[in-house]
């Protein structure tokens, strides 16, 4: 699991019932190399399908990727930037999959 960690930005989601015992500091002292490491507290109202955004049975992914933005524990120009670069590749990455189907 370590090379997962290296340099890279980590978020861990760690249950509410758990983060009462969770041994934070041993467990952040076990891995080593990360740029940034953020516990991220979730609870049951948090992880509820009804937060999707679900339109006609689809997902929309730019909608999760905007919801899960807003919950980080950033600024909100980091936010912005965070949203404006993956909406970009999400944009990138569609444009791809769309010339690829009318080849």
Do not use: C
């Amino acid at each position: 699991m370590q090379s997962l960690f290296n340099n890279n930005y980590v978020d861990i989601v760690v249950d509410a019932a758990w983060a009462t015992w969770f041994p934070f500091s041993s467990f952040t002292e076990a891995f080593t190399g990360y740029r940034k490491l953020n516990f991220i507290i979730s609870t049951a109202d948090a992880e509820s399908d009804e937060n999707l955004p679900i339109e006609n049975e689809e997902i929309n992914l730019l909608r999760m990727i905007e919801l899960h933005i807003e919950g980080l524990p950033y600024s909100e120009a980091l936010k912005k930037k965070l949203f404006t670069a993956s909406s970009k590749i999400y944009n990138t990455v569609m444009s791809n999959l769309n010339k690829g189907s009318n080849e």
